[in-house]
């Protein structure tokens, strides 16, 4: 079983955000590059989006150093 490098707990039990982001690619990758709602844009989706962009960037790092 694997372990997670920054918890020392077993992978599916960890909740680190390294570890869920890994789940998440793994189980269920449409809810990455789901779209977002088509209602006008506020503060709090520009924040999404950011954040959306972030993951995105990580997860395809995480892709290519594996």
């Known amino acids: 079983m694997t372990v997670c490098t920054n918890t020392g707990i077993s992978v599916?039990?960890?909740s680190c955000r390294a570890c869920?982001?890994?789940q998440i690619e793994r189980h269920m990758p449409?809810?990455?590059e789901?779209?977002?709602p088509t209602?006008?844009?506020?503060?709090?989706?520009a924040a999404i989006r950011r954040s959306r962009?972030?993951?995105?960037?990580?997860?395809?790092r995480l892709r290519r150093a594996a």
């Open 12 to 14: 599916p039990e960890c």
């Open 20 to 22: 869920l982001e890994a």
């Open 30 to 32: 449409s809810l990455l």
């Open 34 to 36: 789901a779209q977002l």
């Open 39 to 45: 209602t006008p844009p506020t503060v709090e989706m």
């Open 53 to 60: 962009i972030r993951l995105a960037g990580r997860l395809r």
